[in-house]
Every structure is written in C-alpha cells, then in structure tokens.
C-alpha cells in the first residue's frame, strides 16, 4: 500500500472512528436480530419496526417459543421477510440465550439467516476480532468507485480488500466505507469536495473504475 493509499484511508477511519452501526441496538440479541432483518432493506426502516417487535419478544428465550407465522404483525413490512421469520425463531430455538450468541464468522454463518457481512457487522459492534471485511451495498458501491477494488460481487471485494490491506484496518475500514457511501459518496450525486478520500479516488479524478488507479494498492 503506497503512501498517499495509507494517508487518506488512516483519515477516513479517524473520521469514522468508534461510530456505532446505524442499527439501534440495545444488546447482542437485538443487533443479531436487526441484523438479520435489514439484509436488502434499510437500517432506518428496521429501527422503525423494532420497539414494538422487541416489546413482544424482549429475549432470545421469548422469541424460540414462537412460530414464525407469529412474527408476521411485526414484520411484514420487511423485505423478504417469511423467510427471514423463519430464520429467526429457528436461530432462537438453536442457540437459546443471548449469552451463546458465538463471536466467530465460523459459528455465527451457520446460523439461519446470517452471512459474512452479517457476521462482519456482529463481531465488529461486539467489539470482537475482525475476520474479514464489513461489504454492504454502500461498499460494495464505493470501493470500486475509489479504486481500492474491482467487481460487483461482495465476497470477491472482501477478499480484494482483505488481501490488500493489513488485519489492523479490518474492523474499521468496511464500515467507515459504509458511513462515507452513506453521507458522502452518494450514488448519483457524491459530494466530492468533502470526501478525504479524494485525492486517490477514480471518480474524482476522472479515471474509469476498469482502468488501473496508480494510488491504489495491487488488485486482483
């Protein structure tokens, strides 16, 4: 990684550095669960739906003595959600308690419902080791968009980002991504002039993201 890659991704991660995930979560079961429920949704939807959902199952214990069909009044508004219902209340019933929520990507993707970014996301916000690399759709936008990977395949940029920069930057550097596509490098209409990232950046710079970018680090 060359000097000015390292310069503006250190400033983007104290930037973002210690933000919580915009999931508000109150505990390990609720960020599992929100977690969950907000794959191909938006975080500010589920927070919506959440404290009626949790007055009804407050626990990992409450909600593995329901039915999936019994979640339905709470969240038919989610997308995809009879499957994610079932995934719920079959997680709940698997590890039974909040406290045997496991802090490895390993346990947690074999749990319904729960992939590598999921498993990302609950061990970074559990404040565990990271394994890999948070790639949401902000990611998996922004990324390419500023030359530090290639493609359209969240595991192919996790794997690229993963190999091309050091362990240390893992837990902070996906979603300080996350946050920048959030606030910043909007789809349509990214706002340039504040991003710290733009002095490597594709865009900004006017460089196609198929062309190699000097600044980055050696991709794929």
Known sequence: MNQNMNEQLTALMRQYHGRK???NYKNRYQLVVMVILSAQDSDKHINELMPSF???YPDMKALSHAFPEDLHQYLSTVRNFGNKCEWLVKLAQTIESGE??????AELTKLPGIGRKSANVIIRESGGTAE????????LRVAP????????QPEKIEKQLMTNFPREYWNDMGMAISFLGREICRPSKPQCGQCVMSKICNFYNGISET?????APRLF
């Open 21 to 23: 995930h915009p999931l």
């Open 54 to 56: 949790f007055a009804a």
């Open 211 to 215: 062309e190699p970018n000097k600044n």
């Open 132 to 139: 890999g690399v948070i790639v949401d759709l902000h990611v």
């Open 100 to 105: 045997n929520i496991p802090n490895t990507m």
């Open 145 to 152: 968009r500023i030359g530090i990977a290639k493609g359209t």
